[in-house]
């Protein structure tokens, strides 16, 4: 890993996804809408750049302008791939969720800490037969991005918690009752369908990556569940993304100071993770890696 010699000097690039009600990034300057094709195929949307405060941003709307796409048939792999081709080096997910916890009310925000990935018809990987990788996730989420959030938060006045464990669950359906009082008994704080593989990935390409949770209601197993109405739902997405907004806007000036590189070592996270023999890659794999894991194929 890197040492405290390490004199590298980085110029952020913060790269936004927006999950369910959050389609666009206010504020943003030299507003641009750019298609970008990768070796993955294409991301959910064209991307939008610009800067804010100087900063320069890409957006990438999770589902499509307009929600089009399920969590199922989301191509992961593209989306992270299109945001690291366009030099994201910092990415905030923003993700509507239900909760698990009767502490954590909708509308309230969640600083995810832990993931447990149930999901299962997804491709998980850059990396596959002719080169393999593995890079560590006990610890999935930049904490220092985390740690802008939090305070950006305060400051706002919204209502969220640091740390809690995210359960992805496969969808598009939500989840049953028993399968929800089953994901309550592991100590889950939210439940979702989107934010696995995309934060696997996102360390795969050596991007800090973290997620803020927006709650939008509870889940199946609260005994008032019955009777929250679309209406309800759809006024707290609402009230969720005016929020989400914000909270982006006040975060862009802190993340994109320069810097040097990621204490928690997130954009150094295949320095060892490769253990195919370099004699024994395929060509062709390296090809389409080149984008996401350059800086080590080069060596």
Same mark, same amino acid.
Request: with cysteine; proline share 6%; aromatic share 6%.
């Given at each position: 890993?890197?040492?405290?010699?390490? =004199? @590298?000097?980085?110029?952020?690039?913060? +790269?936004?996804?927006? +999950?369910?009600?959050?389609?666009?990034?206010?504020?943003?300057?030299?507003?641009?809408?750019?298609?970008?094709?990768?070796?993955?195929?294409?991301?959910?949307?064209?991307?939008?750049?610009?800067?804010?405060?100087?900063?320069?941003?890409?957006?990438?709307?999770?589902? *499509?302008?307009?929600?089009?796409?399920?969590?199922?048939?989301? =191509?992961?792999?593209?989306?992270?791939?299109?945001?690291?081709?366009? +030099?994201?080096?910092? /990415?905030?997910?923003?993700?509507?969720? +239900?909760?698990?916890?009767?502490?954590?009310?909708? *509308?309230?925000?969640?600083?995810?800490?832990?993931? /447990?990935?149930?999901? !299962?018809?997804?491709?998980?990987?850059? !990396?596959? @037969? &002719?080169?393999?990788?593995?890079?560590?996730? $006990?610890?999935?989420?930049c904490p220092r991005i985390g740690d802008v959030a939090a305070t950006q938060m305060a400051a706002l006045n919204i209502p969220f918690t640091r740390g809690g464990t995210y359960l992805v669950m496969e969808g598009p359906q939500f989840s049953t009752k028993a399968e929800s009082e089953l994901y309550r008994s592991w100590g889950c704080s939210v439940i979702g369908m989107t934010n696995m593989p995309e934060?696997?990935?996102?360390?795969?390409?050596?991007?800090?990556?973290?997620?803020?949770?927006?709650?939008?209601?509870?889940?199946?197993?609260?005994?008032?569940?019955?009777?929250?109405?679309?209406?309800?739902?759809?006024?707290?997405?609402?009230? =969720? &993304?005016?929020?989400?907004?914000?909270?982006?806007?006040?975060? /862009?000036?802190?993340?994109?100071? $320069?810097?040097?590189?990621?204490?928690? &070592?997130?954009?150094?996270?295949?320095?060892?993770?490769?253990? @195919?023999?370099?004699?024994?890659?395929?060509?062709?794999?390296?090809?389409?890696?080149?984008?996401? $894991?350059?800086?080590?194929?080069?060596?």
């Amino acid at each position: 890993m890197h040492t405290e010699t390490d =004199n @590298t000097v980085i110029e952020p690039v913060i +790269g936004i996804i927006g +999950g369910s009600g959050l389609y666009d990034i206010e504020g943003l300057e030299d507003k641009v809408w750019q298609d970008v094709e990768t070796p993955w195929g294409k991301p959910s949307d064209s991307l939008l750049t610009g800067r804010l405060n100087g900063v320069r941003c890409v957006f990438l709307p999770r589902h *499509g302008r307009g929600h089009p796409i399920p969590p199922s048939r989301l =191509n992961y792999r593209a989306n992270i791939a299109a945001l690291k081709m366009s +030099g994201v080096t910092d /990415i905030i997910s923003l993700s509507a969720v +239900g909760s698990l916890k009767e502490e954590l009310p909708p *509308g309230h925000f969640v600083i995810v800490d832990q993931f /447990i990935d149930r999901s !299962f018809a997804r491709e998980k990987s850059f !990396f596959d @037969t &002719g080169c393999v990788a593995h890079v560590s996730l $006990a610890d999935p989420v930049c904490p220092r991005i985390g740690d802008v959030a939090a305070t950006q938060m305060a400051a706002l006045n919204i209502p969220f918690t640091r740390g809690g464990t995210y359960l992805v669950m496969e969808g598009p359906q939500f989840s049953t009752k028993a399968e929800s009082e089953l994901y309550r008994s592991w100590g889950c704080s939210v439940i979702g369908m989107t934010n696995m593989p995309e934060a696997k990935l996102a360390r795969e390409a050596e991007i800090c990556y973290a997620t803020v949770a927006m709650v939008t209601d509870y889940d199946c197993w609260h005994p008032d569940h019955d009777s929250v109405t679309v209406d309800a739902v759809v006024k707290i997405m609402k009230e =969720n &993304g005016e929020r989400a907004r914000a909270l982006v806007q006040a975060m /862009i000036p802190d993340m994109g100071k $320069a810097r040097g590189l990621c204490p928690a &070592g997130c954009d150094r996270a295949l320095e060892y993770a490769l253990i @195919t023999a370099p004699e024994a890659r395929d060509p062709e794999l390296l090809k389409r890696l080149d984008t996401v $894991a350059g800086r080590v194929l080069k060596r």
